[in-house]
Nanobody
């Protein structure tokens, strides 16, 4: 059974940093795209970042230059380093996987994690 488990969320002041981790299990994700999404209260879930199996990365415009996605295929993990956090980054962050980054960028995925809360105080 495929499982994605996020960790690393928390409360941080504006301008601070957090590193989210996602541990995947149930199969190897070496040949799959991995990504991060977020959902703020009252808003739809939105794409944040994705990395293809080949290492190509994609970001939504509002996080470019501040967030970095990376993955460790040997450990079946994906990370999201978030720097220069802003109040508007406050949301539940979800890890997800799909065959391609195109699927993730369309806000779809084969599997989702349960999410981790990130709260940025201004």
């Amino acid at each position: 059974q495929v499982q994605l488990v996020e960790s690393g969320g928390g409360l941080v002041q504006a301008g601070g940093s957090l590193r989210l981790s996602c541990a995947a299990s149930g199969r190897s994700f070496r040949n799959y795209a991995m990504g991060w999404f977020r959902q703020a209260p009252g808003r739809e879930r939105e794409f944040v970042a994705a990395e293809s199996w080949a290492g190509d990365t994609y970001y939504t415009g509002s996080v470019k230059g501040r967030f970095t996605i990376s993955r460790d295929n040997a450990k079946n993990m994906v990370f999201l380093q978030m720097n220069s956090l802003k109040a508007e980054d406050t949301a539940v962050y979800y890890c997800a996987t799909a065959p391609t980054t195109a699927v993730l960028r369309s806000t779809a995925a084969d599997y989702w994690g349960q999410g981790t809360q990130v709260t940025v105080s201004s």
